[in-house]
């Protein structure tokens, strides 16, 4: 946790690619919002999905800017559908950036830097990272306070997590003494499939960091991009739209409890 009332910020990492770290940005940070804390989203991932899934590509100045030119971040950002989501939009350009950052100065601290300067508007930044384990997503996890890791419920889920848990420790040794694991999160379940459930329980038996929550497959969670919209406001009812809060009910608890009163006082 940041000591001087900064902002907590989540980095969304998995170098597995589809397991769900975009739709958990959007949708994490909206019901966050929808609580009443004051989110931003950073899509750290040149794919640029979080972006376009709250309708918002083509922006001509993005994270991209903030990194490599070194411009301030509060003039990236930009506001969502979402009262209190804002979002530093992603775009192609943020794929020369991979190799752009190789030989500059403290390549894995342009995010952190970024952040440290942005001033107090947010209370917490998500990062969108990209599938793998580049200068993308070191920059995640040197400006992260908290790791938060979407997991598949499928065949060899654990496969991967041993690899992404040995650069947490790399990044705590060398970067960032203060990264911690925020949580797993399940994603994809399916209740109806033994395979899934059992894949719950390996991951648990591992971590014990892994959220109560579960977010089921939905049909309804994978379209509402195609709409620039979070599921909240796409469809409210849907059992992903209140996995999600409910998820964001259990990070607010965890990692924002000033947030949960507030939460808590509604009826
Ligand atoms: N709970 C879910 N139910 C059904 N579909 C989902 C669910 N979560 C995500 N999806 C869909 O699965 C695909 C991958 O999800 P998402 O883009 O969030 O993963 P990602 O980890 O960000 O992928 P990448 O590694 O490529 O950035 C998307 O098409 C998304 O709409
Ligand atoms: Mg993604």
Not at 95 to 104: C, D, F, K, M, S
Not at 208 to 233: C, H, K, M, N
């Amino acid at each position: 946790m940041p000591g001087n009332g900064g902002p907590v910020v989540f980095a969304l990492a998995n170098q597995k690619g589809g397991v769900g770290k975009t739709t958990t940005a959007i949708n994490l940070g909206a019901e966050m919002a929808t609580r009443g804390v004051p989110v931003l989203i950073v899509d750290l991932d040149p794919q640029a999905n979080s972006t376009a899934g709250l309708g918002l590509s083509g922006q001509t100045t993005t994270v991209y800017d903030v990194l490599i030119n070194q411009q301030p971040m509060a003039g990236a950002v930009i506001d969502t559908v979402q009262e209190r989501l804002k979002i530093v939009p992603s775009g192609p350009d943020l794929a020369g950036a991979e190799v752009e950052l190789v030989p500059a100065m403290a390549r894995e601290q342009r995010l952190l830097r970024a952040i440290d300067r942005l001033g107090g508007d947010f209370a917490a930044i998500l990062v969108d990272s990209p599938p793998s384990l580049g200068l993308l997503t070191l920059n995640a996890l040197t400006a992260a306070d908290e790791v938060l890791v979407p997991v598949q419920c499928e065949y060899l889920a654990l496969e991967g997590l041993s690899q992404l848990m040995t650069t947490l420790e790399a990044v705590r040794n060398n970067l960032n003494h203060h990264l911690h694991l925020g949580g797993l999160l399940l994603t994809m379940y399916d209740a109806r499939t033994n395979l899934c459930q059992q894949v719950a329980d390996e991951v648990r038996g591992h971590y014990d960091e892994t959220f109560q929550t579960v977010i089921p497959r939905s049909v309804r969670l994978s379209e509402a991009p195609s709409y620039g919209l979070p599921i909240g406001q796409y469809d409210g009812r849907s059992s992903a739209a209140k996995a999600y809060g409910a998820l964001a009910d259990e990070v607010i608890e965890k990692f924002l409890p000033s947030f949960a009163s507030r939460a808590e006082a509604k009826p």
